[in-house]
């Protein structure tokens, strides 16, 4: 155990050395307007299963128009779990909120860094009613875009995007809760746990294919309890409109996730892995130096902890405020 932290911290050093991945950088074009559409794919690495934060599916929220910011954030997620081992239907309402600080810095035309903090409130209603709120863990990501076409509005264009991020714990892990239905009614995992990703786009004109896929590998916390990883992927279109300075983004997509099964003193925890599929919708604007989006997921298919939690929905929103201006403007 002593050689796995050992690991993990030689590894959250190594991140501020080794530049880490998650978006694409693609150039859409008008005749009178020249702009970077960048996906921020949020890859974040604050939770697991049923959202006790907004986790990578829960990629929660993105902004495509501007690549560099500060801004805060909100995600709201909806499920219906049953009370405990012995209920045999699902009637706890469970409410899942974060609000998060987050920013995006340019290291140069193809390093960023991303780094947010989260403020969680969730709730039980029902028989078992309960809450919690307070600071979630700290979440870094490096950036590294690997392909960047510059080639003329009229012609096909491609990039492709790498990261690592790294979940730092700062919440307190609470062990009652993880014994409950939904495990994931946390504020933080008490791990320390990294993300892997890949993003690659395909653009003509204004219009645009998105694929991501990322991975969540979780790690083991101070009570020996570990969340199942987590892998997600994202099949998206999106077109651009321009208006002046206006600028709109829509956004349709499919995302499908996996959650494998958690363990606890190295033993699998049973009912506890499951998969949720989402129809997504989006839209996002930006004018000067602002930038503004809201995000629908509406559940498609739901099998989450066996069964036992069914996702209803998930909403968010953004606003964030540019710290440069694009080069390419």
């Given at each position: 155990?002593q050689n796995?932290?050992?690991i993990?911290?030689k590894l959250?050093i190594?991140?501020?050395f080794?530049?880490?991945f ?7 074009h ?8 960048s996906?921020l794919?949020?890859?974040?690495l604050?939770c ?8 990578s599916?829960?990629n ?5 128009i501007?690549?560099?910011f500060?801004?805060i ?15 045999n ?6 409410q899942f909120?974060?609000?998060q ?9 193809r390093?960023?860094?991303n780094?947010?903090?989260p403020y969680?409130?969730h709730?039980?209603?029902?028989k078992?009613?309960?809450?919690i ?5 700290l979440?870094m990501m ?8 510059n080639?003329?509005s ?5 990039g492709l995007s ?10 307190k892990f609470?062990?009652?809760?993880a014994e409950?239905?939904?495990?994931s009614?946390?504020l933080?995992?008490g791990?320390?746990d990294?993300q892997?990703?890949?993003?690659y ?7 645009t294919?998105?694929l991501?896929?990322d991975y ?8 020996k309890y570990?969340?199942?990883?987590q892998?997600?992927q994202l099949?998206q279109l999106?077109h651009l409109?321009?208006?002046n300075?206006?600028k709109?983004l829509?956004k ?5 996730e996996?959650?494998?099964k958690n363990e606890?003193?190295?033993?699998t925890i049973p009912?506890?892995k499951?998969?949720?599929q989402?129809?997504?919708l989006g839209?996002e604007?930006a004018?000067q130096?602002f930038?503004f989006?809201i995000?629908?997921f509406?559940?498609i298919l ?6 036992e939690?069914?996702?209803?929905n ?9 710290l440069?201006q694009?080069k390419?403007k």
């Amino acid at each position: 155990m002593q050689n796995f932290k050992s690991i993990q911290m030689k590894l959250y050093i190594n991140l501020f050395f080794v530049i880490l991945f998650i978006p694409i950088s693609l150039f859409a074009h008008t005749e009178n307007d020249s702009i970077v559409i960048s996906h921020l794919y949020d890859l974040e690495l604050e939770c697991d299963a049923c959202g006790c934060s907004a986790t990578s599916t829960s990629n929660g929220i993105e902004n495509l128009i501007n690549s560099n910011f500060v801004g805060i954030r909100y995600l709201h997620q909806s499920y219906k779990a049953k009370e405990d081992a012995f209920s045999n239907k699902r009637t706890q309402k469970q409410q899942f909120n974060t609000i998060q600080l987050w920013a995006r810095i340019p290291i140069n035309n193809r390093i960023d860094i991303n780094a947010s903090i989260p403020y969680h409130f969730h709730n039980k209603e029902g028989k078992n009613s309960s809450s919690i709120s307070g600071i979630g863990d700290l979440n870094m990501m490096g950036i590294v875009k690997v392909i960047q076409s510059n080639t003329s509005s009229n012609e096909l264009k491609h990039g492709l995007s790498t990261a690592i991020g790294l979940k730092i714990p700062i919440a307190k892990f609470n062990q009652a809760n993880a014994e409950t239905t939904n495990p994931s009614f946390q504020l933080g995992t008490g791990s320390w746990d990294t993300q892997f990703a890949i993003n690659y786009q395909l653009a003509f004109k204004n219009s645009t294919l998105q694929l991501v896929t990322d991975y969540n590998l979780k790690g083991e916390n101070k009570k020996k309890y570990k969340f199942g990883d987590q892998w997600n992927q994202l099949i998206q279109l999106q077109h651009l409109f321009i208006n002046n300075e206006l600028k709109i983004l829509g956004k349709v997509g499919f995302q499908n996730e996996l959650y494998y099964k958690n363990e606890q003193f190295g033993e699998t925890i049973p009912k506890s892995k499951g998969k949720a599929q989402f129809a997504k919708l989006g839209l996002e604007a930006a004018a000067q130096k602002f930038n503004f989006g809201i995000e629908y997921f509406q559940p498609i298919l739901s099998d989450l902890n066996s069964g036992e939690i069914e996702v209803k929905n998930r909403i968010g929103f953004f606003f964030n405020y540019n710290l440069f201006q694009s080069k390419n403007k």
